[in-house]
Nanobody
Framework: VQLQASGGGLVQAGGSLRLSCAAS????????MGWFRQAPGKQRELVAA???????NYTDSAKGRFTISRDNTKNTVYLQMNNLKPEDTAVYYC???????????WGQGTEVTVSS
């Protein structure tokens, strides 16, 4: 399975972006799926995750601003990001974990730049 992340770009502070992570195959077996980000000089961190059943969790900085969702019929996971801040600037990666084995697939990353 390959994961293709898209939707990144340059946006002003306060703006919005919607990231998409499209899988080449069914995402039904992935539990959970998540979005991570890595800013320059920093470690990769979890931003949001969603289980197969739709339970979500977010890092504190994303709560109230970001929404993760998954569409199993389109094999796609989304990250709606509102009220973006300069500190959200990073490369965003999607990850899918196979529920049965724990094996993880990673997308190639999409860059988000928020200007002040």
């Amino acid at each position: 399975v390959q994961l293709q992340a898209s939707g990144g770009g340059l946006v002003q502070a306060g703006g919005s972006l919607r990231l998409s992570c499209a899988a080449s195959g069914s995402i039904f077996s992935f539990n959970p799926m998540g979005w991570f980000r890595q800013a320059p000089g920093k470690q990769r961190e979890l931003v949001a995750a969603i289980t197969r059943g739709g339970i979500t969790n977010y890092t504190d900085s994303a709560k109230g601003r970001f929404t993760i969702s998954r569409d199993n019929t389109k094999n796609t996971v989304y990250l709606q990001m509102n009220n973006l801040k300069p500190e959200d600037t990073a490369v965003y990666y999607c990850r899918a974990r196979v529920a049965s084995s724990g094996f993880e697939y990673w997308g190639q990353g999409t860059e988000v730049t928020v200007s002040s």
